[in-house]
Every structure is written in C-alpha cells, then in structure tokens.
C-alpha cells in the first residue's frame, strides 16, 4: 500500500510543479445560419414550375477575449453544398471567403459569409443540401479558433477539393 501511496503523493506533485502550457484562444467565435426565402411564381423568369429560392448566410460573431486589441484577424469559410438532382462529392459546390477585421478589448463584431443559393423546385420535390461546412478565425496566420458543425466537416471538404483536383488535371493522351 505505501508504494502506491507515494506514486500517488509523487505524481500529484509533480502535475502542481509543472507549468501550466495550456493556451486560451484570444478569440472566441459563434456561428449562426440564416435562411432566407424568396418565392418565384410559375411563368415568371422563364420558370415552368413555382420555386421557392432559399438563400443560406454564415454569421459569424466574433469576440475578443485577450486583454490587447487584435489587429490581424482573418475569418474564413468553406461551405460544401450537394445541389439538387446530383449525387457524389465530384458535383457538389464550395463556397469559401474570408473577412479581415480588427477587435478592440472585449469588442464583438459580426461577420456575414456571402451568400449561398439553396432552391427548392416545388413542382419537383428535391431541394440542396448543406453537405460540411468550416469556420475558421485566424491571428496572425495561426487558427485560433473553429466551428465545423461536425467532426468529419474538414474530411469532407477535403475529399471535394481532391476529387476537383483530379477531375481538372489535363489528360495525357498517348
């Protein structure tokens, strides 16, 4: 019983002797979407059936938790959407934009992605998805802070940006 004792005092000691590496983000950052609906009757803009459009924003807010205001911060997305009447990550389409702003202490600002066209073929019954997106906050070139919405959001957009890759590469023909 002593051995284990000591162990125990030994290793409570040296985790309160250690010093702490742990790093707290200087920004904390929310992500929100909004939708928005415009409806489209049929025979209007050359449309055969009624539509409902739906438009899709990222708003992120931004806040600074350091005490010293931050000059360099770059916000930056990756929205991947599966449009309607497609399937396979090769049709899908990404959205990606960035947004550089400056905090004062304790300042929180919103920021707004562009816009992301999402319809909706009433006549047809199929409509786009939102497949992963990435949200990213950036100091000085180093990620401070990310909201992916799922774990597998990055592998997702990653397998999209290999299969365009592939799919844009010139053909050797022999």
């Not at 983000?25 to 909004?34: F, G, Q, T």
């Not at 350091?66 to 049709?91: D, Y």
Request: proline letters at 3%.
């Amino acid at each position: 019983m002593k051995p284990i004792l000591h162990c125990c005092c030994a290793a409570l000691l040296l985790a309160f002797t250690l010093p702490v590496q742990a790093q707290i983000s200087p920004v904390k950052i929310v992500v929100n979407k909004r939708q928005q609906t415009k409806n489209v009757a049929a025979g209007q803009y050359n449309n055969i059936h009624n539509q409902t459009f739906r438009t899709l924003v990222f708003e992120v807010d931004a806040s600074n938790l350091s005490a010293k205001p931050i000059e360099n911060l770059v916000v930056r997305w990756s929205i991947l959407v599966q449009p309607a009447h497609t399937s396979g990550i090769s049709s899908a389409q990404l959205a990606e934009g960035t947004k550089k702003l400056s905090l004062k202490v304790a300042e929180r600002l919103k920021v707004e992605s562009d816009a992301v066209e999402l319809s909706k073929c009433t006549g047809c019954g199929s409509e786009s998805q939102l497949i992963a997106y990435v949200v990213e906050a950036q100091v000085d070139g180093k990620t401070v802070a990310t909201d992916t919405g799922s774990t597998s959001a990055k592998d997702k957009i990653e397998q999209y940006r290999s299969a365009k890759e592939r799919a844009n590469r010139p053909r050797r023909d022999f």
